[in-house]
């Protein structure tokens, strides 16, 4: 089980420089979801005239699933600058990959909760770590896509793109600078990362 929460507001709108494209993930049982807050936040968006368009489906972490609807939204994504992802980072990071050229933005950060939890092979690895960094890394995770777990950038151990950790992966921090600069956001790197608050983390019931 994991738990997702809507970052702060303010700092949600701060990303969308005009209208965003808005995707929510439901109907994962392995993640509890702020609907309600969700919906109410989404509806202040689209009254502020900041939405091109709203997608809700079940597991959009499923590539085959999300590269369909993507497709039958495609329009209504071309028109907004950037698309706002309302799920856990496994979700955020499989949109991200689908959509190279766009601004994707996680809404949410997620969280822990201790005890079991399922195993689904997925492409993608979030480590709940409750702070999310995607929006400063261009939606890689930095936790999971770099052997040391990096969040201030590359350690300097690369060699010809390979990380020095393990060679068989591509650097984790290599793949995040290509994609800020694909997405004309490397100013992101120059963002003080903030320490993590590790009493962030959600307790058990
Ligand atoms: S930074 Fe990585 S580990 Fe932390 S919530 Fe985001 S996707 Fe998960
Ligand atoms: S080489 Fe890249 S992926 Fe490997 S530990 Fe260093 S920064 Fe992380």
């Not at 309302?86 to 809404?107: I, P």
């Not at 702070?131 to 052997?147: F, M, R, V, W």
């Amino acid at each position: 089980m994991l738990v997702t929460k809507l970052k702060d507001k303010d700092t949600v709108r701060s990303l969308i420089a005009g209208k965003a494209f808005i995707i929510n993930c439901h109907g994962c049982k392995e993640v509890g979801f702020p609907e309600k807050e969700a919906d109410e936040f989404q509806k202040e968006l689209a009254a502020e005239g900041k939405v091109t368009g709203v997608l809700t489906m079940d597991y959009i972490c499923n590539p085959d699933n999300i590269a369909l609807n993507l497709g039958l939204r495609k329009n209504e994504i071309d028109e907004a600058d950037c698309v706002l992802v309302f799920s856990c980072g496994v979700g955020v990071q499989t949109v991200s990959s689908q959509l190279e050229d766009k601004r994707v933005y996680a809404a949410c950060d997620t969280y822990a909760v201790p005890g079991g939890q399922g195993v689904t092979p997925l492409e993608f690895d979030c480590r709940q770590c409750g702070e999310c960094y995607l929006n400063l890394t261009g939606g890689i995770c930095p936790l999971t896509a770099c052997s040391k777990g990096l969040v201030n950038g590359q350690c300097g151990g690369a060699k010809d793109g390979k990380c020095e950790v393990d060679p068989d992966m591509e650097c984790g921090w290599e793949r995040i600078q290509r994609r800020l600069a694909m997405v004309g956001r490397l100013d992101a790197l120059r963002s003080p990362v903030q320490i993590r608050d590790y009493n962030n983390e959600v307790k058990a019931e």
